[in-house]
């Protein structure tokens, strides 16, 4: 892989945000150290010198510099990569701006909904999750067809911003069914998406770096009976 500069990256390996960053330098063909943080429950000392601000991953570091916010390092990733391996993000400004407003509403109308029909306090929220999980992902499917325009990734002929903003779930919609019973792409309803995920999972830089799905169940069963006791811990 591509080296030179001094690259590490602070994850957590479940986490889906890291997991874009970890996909983008993998596309590009970059080297990195990747520093394993516990940043669930504990704040390592890395972590709180290198994003004071919000206290999370993923932090990639370049030459001692931090950027933050996983759609900002992946733009990041683009623009002081340029000229090594793929571009992520079009060189066309209304195609650029098309990308990240796919990626926006994957983070901001996508996945709050995607977490109610998993997560959903009562059974009728979580009912009311799926049913606008569907939704979103029909509309995503949509944006699939235009932006694709018949080829097999949003970006195109090959995986750009957008698909590697998604494929940071491609882990968790693998794990959804068995944890919550949802399926986040339907065949029926989103074949487009689901054909994706297949596609783009399977891509020789993509492969090796999303995390195992049993492990992952694993993690959410752990994750969930933590959080039940939390809440009945609270209530007494």
Same mark, same amino acid.
């Given at each position: 892989m591509a080296g030179g500069d001094d690259l590490k990256l602070l994850g957590l390996w479940s986490s889906p945000f890291v997991l874009r960053v970890q996909l983008a330098l993998s596309l590009k063909g970059l080297s990195y150290e990747y520093i394993e943080e516990e940043a669930l429950v504990n704040k390592g000392e890395l972590l709180l010198k290198y994003n004071p601000v919000h206290k999370k991953v993923p932090? @990639?570091?370049?030459?001692?510099?931090?950027?933050c !916010?996983?759609?900002?390092?992946l733009q990041y990733i683009d623009e002081a990569f340029a000229g090594i391996g793929p571009s992520l993000l079009p060189a066309d400004p209304y195609e650029r701006a098309v990308a990240r407003f796919w990626?926006?509403?994957?983070?901001?109308t996508m996945l709050p909904v995607w977490n109610k029909s998993s997560m959903g306090k009562t059974e009728e929220e979580m009912a009311e999750g799926k049913k606008q999980s569907l939704a979103t992902a029909e509309v995503l499917e949509g944006a699939l067809r235009d932006c694709?325009?018949?080829?097999?990734? =949003?970006?195109g002929d090959s995986a750009g911003y957008v698909d590697v903003v998604l494929g940071g779930l491609l882990g968790w919609v693998r794990a959804s069914d068995e944890l919550h019973g949802v399926k986040p792409f339907d065949p029926e309803r989103t074949p487009l998406l689901v054909a994706w995920s !297949?596609? =783009?999972?399977? @891509? !020789?830089a993509v492969e090796p770096v999303v995390p195992d799905v049993s492990r992952l169940v694993e993690f959410g069963k752990m994750w969930k009976a933590r959080l039940a006791a939390a809440a009945a811990g609270a209530s007494n």
């Open positions: 932090v @990639l570091i370049h030459n001692g510099k931090p950027v !916010e996983s759609r900002v390092i990626a926006a509403y994957i983070d901001d694709g325009k018949g080829k097999p990734f =949003f970006g !297949e596609r =783009f999972g399977a @891509l !020789e």
